[in-house]
């Protein structure tokens, strides 16, 4: 599985602490790791294919893409608050690629 970071969660990232940081992106890579226990992944009740990973306190919101759901893309991480899913329902989660 190929995982592609869009240009605004790298900005989320890189704005983390790097303790954080590496916390995430290790559970980032075990969505790819066969052998790694299930990471906690949620359904986003949001229309299309948005999940949501928990890393901490922090949310990592991706969406699986392509034909056989190979590509993770990654749209946003965001720190866990009581108004982190609230923007969900009028703001889609739609950002261009770095790649």
Known sequence: MKIIWSRAAKRDLAKIEVRS???IEEKVN???DKNAPQ???KKLSLPG???RLR???YRVIFMFQGESRDVCYIVAVKRRSSTTYL???SVPYG???DR
């Open 30 to 32: 075990s969505i790819t």
């Open 39 to 41: 990471p906690d992944i």
């Open 49 to 51: 294919n948005y999940h």
């Open 95 to 97: 950002c261009a690629t």
């Open 55 to 57: 890393a901490g306190e």
């Open 21 to 23: 940081q590496s916390r």
């Open 87 to 89: 923007h969900e329902e």
